[in-house]
């Protein structure tokens, strides 16, 4: 019965002495990764993946001067549209001489681009870069395909999307620019 007993205890012995020498020697971690978000320091940030140039504020509640919505950030679809569209330098924190026109609903693919894949475990970088990030959906400017009245919404906290009619009241998150052009050969 002792024959056991002795490879046990070497066992230990050593798993104890590994786990002694990794506590006062920790492996190198790997470096802190850079966001691919840059804060312009204007209200904006720049996607470094896309090129697309997101407003900071992801809770904003008031686009443009007149804007009638209470102050708050959800709204139905067309209503989305109009304050992206009406958005401009002055509201939203934005610092950049934006004009009304510059900015725009993002479409699916681009929501989807920042949208928290919870499958993965490292840190979200969307999540640190925007403030005021709201858990629940947030409009695309994409129509429905199978239902003209519908369109596309993206919770960016969990990665998923769907379509909801387009009376349903889903934040707003605009975004001006175009995507990066994939570079020559």
């Known amino acids: 019965m002792s024959d056991w007993i002795q490879p046990l205890k070497d066992l230990i012995n050593r798993s104890t002495d590994q786990a002694m020498q990794q506590k006062e020697n920790p492996p190198a971690t790997a470096k802190p990764q850079q966001s691919r978000f840059k804060d312009n320091g204007d209200g904006?940030?720049?996607?470094?993946?896309?090129?697309?140039?997101?407003?900071?504020?992801?809770?904003?509640?008031?686009?443009?001067?007149?804007?009638?919505?209470?102050?708050?950030?959800?709204?139905?679809?067309?209503?989305?549209?109009i304050a992206a569209g009406k958005l401009a330098d002055g509201f939203c924190g934005l610092k950049d001489g934006s004009k009304a026109g510059d900015w725009r609903l993002p479409d699916r693919e681009g929501l989807i681009a920042i949208a928290q894949d919870i499958s993965k475990k490292e840190p979200w970088p969307a999540g640190a870069a925007f403030s005021g990030l709201q858990p629940g959906y947030y409009w695309s400017s994409t129509k429905g395909d199978l239902y003209p009245d519908y369109a596309f919404y993206v919770s960016l906290s969990y990665g998923i999307d769907s379509y909801a009619f387009q009376m349903n009241s889903f934040n707003v998150l605009p975004v001006r620019g175009h995507q990066k052009a994939q570079p020559q050969q």
């Open 44 to 81: 904006t940030l720049t996607d470094s993946s896309t090129g697309l140039i997101w407003l900071k504020n992801a809770s904003c509640g008031i686009f443009f001067e007149g804007d009638r919505n209470g102050g708050r950030n959800t709204r139905s679809w067309s209503d989305a549209r």
